[in-house]
């Protein structure tokens, strides 16, 4: 039984790790979605303190690009956009091409991989106060002269949605916490148990080994006992000179001569 408990435990163990590791991943998301909320909010008052509307309440389309004049109509900023999306090589960095409404509008080269050969495709985003990165149609532009040049606008009135998406995941996440924090604490209830039957195996081996010692004899027990009571009378009796002698001559052997007749 002990093994199997042993075994038990080993295994408790093991996934009270598990869960701590859990609880700890849980409640870094926790934090990460938190920071995207707060951020993502602080975007959308920005922008919503910016934005401009014309007169049937259409939000005004306030991008520039770099290498395009102020005041370019739609199809030059286009134009330009399609230059940038052709022609650009971040090399996995994101690059500043304009601006909107305050944020920076970037670039960014990635390469893919689409029957069997290696492509680079530039994606457009428009970055937060914060660094959060808001994007409409992937980052892939339009050909329309149009509705490319909308896409960055698009991207912004897309912040609602991002703060959605986080709340939705920090309450998807707070809902496991419990769970873990109680596997993560629990107590393994046989501990006693275990201790208790190491103890008695332990007991019943050391009367085990006992039992199995060769007894010694009574006799040679008296006799060792009467030579070491002798020895030590005496012992005690001679001075410490006459002890040595007596020692020494205790250990003489005196024989009978033979002698032996000649002819």
Known sequence: KIVTLESERKGFLKERDTAAAKL?????????????????????AHFESQLQRDADSVP??????KGVPDGADVKTIAARLQEISEKARTEGEYNKIGEIYGFPVMVKTESTAKDLFDCSVNRFFVQGR????????????AAD??????????ALERIPKVIETHERELAKVKEQ???????????????????????????????????????????????????????????????????????????????????????
């Open 145 to 154: 002269p149009k509705l490319a040049c909308q896409n960055f606008l698009n």
């Open 24 to 44: 700890e991943e849980i409640k870094g998301s926790v934090v990460f979605h938190s920071d995207k909320i707060r951020e993502a909010r602080a975007d959308r």
């Open 177 to 263: 916490i419990p769970v873990f924090e109680a596997a993560a604490s629990g107590v393994w209830r046989k501990e006693d148990e275990l201790r208790t039957l190491k103890r008695n195996a332990a007991e019943l081996d050391r009367k085990i080994a006992l039992s199995l010692a060769p007894p010694t004899p009574p006799e040679k027990e008296e006799q060792a006992a009467d030579k070491n009571v002798v020895e030590k009378e005496n012992g005690a009796r001679l001075p410490q000179a006459d002890r040595v002698e007596h020692d020494a001559a205790s250990r003489v052997v005196i024989g009978k001569v033979k002698w032996r007749r000649t002819t």
């Open 130 to 141: 914060s660094g959060i990165l808001y994007t409409y149609n992937n980052g892939r532009l």
């Open 60 to 65: 005004v389309n306030k991008l520039s690009v």
